[in-house]
């Protein structure tokens, strides 16, 4: 049980296996049905969810109800609303299950201890919250500047695993593109012999 999550602290974390000892008993595990969800626009988020197994999404809805998807998260991959965690906000966005996943569910008091037990995971924190940052401007300039296919292209970089596992429709709703233009796109790349890579 928790492989991948025991696997991500020891390998990325800076966890020694001594450490990860002293806080398994802050581990708390959850299956979820596919079409199940996490948390719901309005509600304040207190967990960060880090998918053992399966596929979650995180999104928000506009004004006209229409879907638009911040980030996946696939094995062995963090995934909460950091502003409503941080602030105690009410949140703007929902996580959903895209298939049957198992999660790990950290809360305040996990991070409290890791982090007192741990020194190489407060080192690995902040550079991880580093990393979201500069992922976010990255995303950000994509979509104001980069063309569909640029962006595409980062899209499979970045979720190489997800492709072939969703709907092209979350696909163009992560890209901020329609799906007939997604379409297009493929199809230029498949007619020009690019590996999509």
């Known amino acids: 049980m928790h492989q991948n999550f025991k696997s991500y602290l020891l390998r990325k974390g800076g966890l020694t296996p001594a450490e990860y000892e002293q806080i398994t008993s802050y581990i708390r595990a959850k299956k979820i049905k596919k079409g199940s969800y996490l948390l719901r626009e309005g509600e304040i988020c207190t967990l960060t969810f880090f998918v053992e197994a399966g596929l979650l999404r995180l999104y928000r809805l506009d004004e006209a ?14 995934v909460s609303d950091r502003g409503s965690v941080y602030f105690k906000a009410p949140s703007k966005c929902y996580i959903d299950a895209i298939e049957d996943s198992t999660v790990i569910l950290l809360d305040e008091e996990f991070f409290t201890q890791i982090n007192a037990v741990s020194k190489g995971f407060r080192k690995y924190n902040e550079r991880l919250l580093q990393n979201h940052i500069r992922h976010l401007n990255d995303r950000i300039n994509r979509l104001l500047s980069a063309s569909a296919k640029e962006r595409y292209l980062a899209f499979i970089k970045l979720y190489p695993d997800v492709l072939l596992r969703v709907p092209q429709w979350m ?17 230029d790349l498949a007619s020009s012999h690019q590996k999509p890579t």
């Open 65 to 78: 109800g229409k879907e638009h998807i911040l980030q996946f998260a696939s094995e062995s991959w963090l």
């Open 171 to 187: 696909v163009a709703s992560y890209l901020g593109i329609k799906p007939e233009s997604l379409s297009r796109v493929r199809k």
